[in-house]
């Protein structure tokens, strides 16, 4: 597609609920970024791919966090047992390159609220 | 950690002023990359800034890229009510990992 899709835009879980938040990039784009950011803040690293490869996950906050990508092109962020503090808008980002310094094309996100 | 400060946090200004945003580290970035982010919507990259030292011009925009590589300045001429929205810097690592500031939120007046 023409740029990075994100679904749904917005989604209002139960507590204790799970959720998948899926993200389409830009065919072709090598790299893959979670990031989640809280209202009026700068983004919130998660995890990283290359390809189908996880490279980085340093940033998911705790166990209840699951990413995976498993064809090297849409990824699905998964929240298991979702708890109030997990609400935040969810931003992915692809980029074409394997390095960072050429700058990342990001979705709208999804706003997740929990209730 | 690599760490990035942004100031102000808050900018509230009229139409037609100027206004420089900062961004500082005390680690030494590849790159240093400016986006702007409206409400309801995912960050848009401005530009990107590698060399020490580098300015780059954007219509109103100017961007600086500190000697050192350590910091960066965003200063917009004539500010138009368009301009509004949150203003990110982020610090690039050899394998794409982007470390964001907290943010600028611009706000512009009619």
Known sequence: GAGVSQSPRYKVAKRGQDVALRCDPISGHVSLFWYQQALGQGPEFLTYFQNEA??????????????????GSVSTLKIQRTQQEDSAVYLCASSSRGQGNYGYTFGSGTRLTVV | ???????????????????????NSSSVFSSLQWYRQEPGEGPVLLVTVVTGGEVKKLKRLTFQFG???????????AAQTGD??????????SYGKLTFGQGTILTVHP
């Open chain 1, 54 to 71: 996880q490279l980085d996950k340093s940033g998911l906050p705790s166990d209840r966090f699951f990413a995976e990508r498993p064809e």
């Open chain 2, 1 to 23: 950690t690599q760490l990035l400060e942004q100031s102000p946090q808050f900018l509230s200004i009229q139409e037609g002023e100027n206004l420089t945003v900062y961004c």
């Open chain 2, 67 to 77: 000697d050192a590589r350590k910091d960066s300045s965003l200063h917009i001429t």
């Open chain 2, 84 to 93: 509004t929205g949150l203003y990110l810097c982020t610090g690039g690592t």
